[in-house]
């Protein structure tokens, strides 16, 4: 095995992992969805995104990946407010 296939191999390891996160993220969006309409409130809450972002950016060990994380978590949240509105 070259180091490339072992490389590709640790990255299709970690990309299951991560649909697995996130599918676990977005069936809690939908139960946050469910709240906020029992409750009349809007699926966008700005403020609540913005710590999340900064949340995750804290818990970075390499800084390097703050745009990458920030690009990452607003696409993420942005899918997550598109079920929320699907519903």
Known sequence: MTDLEQ???EIDA???????????????AKKVAAYKRAHALP???????DAVIQRNLERLVRSEYE???AAFYTGLMAI????????
Do not use: A
Request: hydrophobic share 30%.
């Open 80 to 87: 997550s407010r598109s079920i929320q509105e699907k519903m």
């Open 67 to 69: 745009t990458e994380i």
């Open 43 to 49: 699926v966008l809450d700005s403020s609540r995104e």
């Open 14 to 28: 970690i990309d299951q992992e991560l649909t697995s996160l996130v599918e676990q993220r977005f069936e809690v």
């Open 7 to 9: 490389y590709r191999q």
